[in-house]
């Protein structure tokens, strides 16, 4: 099983970038799947997920609509628009909520080696 992201980079304050995040192994057909970052200093913190169903939660620090998170079959992908300077953190995708309804790190059973995202402004 593993999670492979990508679509990090530098780019300028109010750009938009699309990351993905492929996972290989059959567990994730019908696992859910997230995405979390952690900023230099900070906590790794919880983004938004997608179950296998389609259905998407977002942490409340994230429904302003700049982030929109979606899958087809096993590629998660983020969607991140106007984005900021506080918005530079290492993107990390997750899979397999292993404690249903919790969005902490330590709740989720796989992780991927994270795509750096640096806003400059």
């Known amino acids: 099983v593993q999670l492979q992201a990508s679509g990090g980079g530098l780019i300028q304050a109010g750009a938009s970038l699309r990351l993905s995040c492929a996972a290989s192994g059959r567990a994730f057909g019908t696992s859910s799947m997230a995405w979390f970052r952690q900023a230099p200093g900070k906590e790794r913190e919880f983004v938004a997920a997608?179950?296998?169903?389609?259905?998407s939660t977002y942490s409340p620090d994230f429904r302003e609509g700049r982030f929109t998170v979606s899958r087809a079959k096993n590629t998660l992908y983020l969607q991140m628009n106007n984005l900021k300077p506080e918005d530079t953190a290492v993107y990390y995708c997750?899979?397999?909520?292993?404690?249903?309804?919790?969005?902490?790190?330590?709740?989720?059973?796989?992780w991927g080696q994270g795509t750096e995202v640096t806003v400059s402004s």
């Open positions: 997608v179950s296998w169903t389609g259905g």
């Open positions: 997750a899979g397999q909520n292993i404690v249903g309804g919790s969005y902490v790190p330590s709740s989720w059973k796989f």
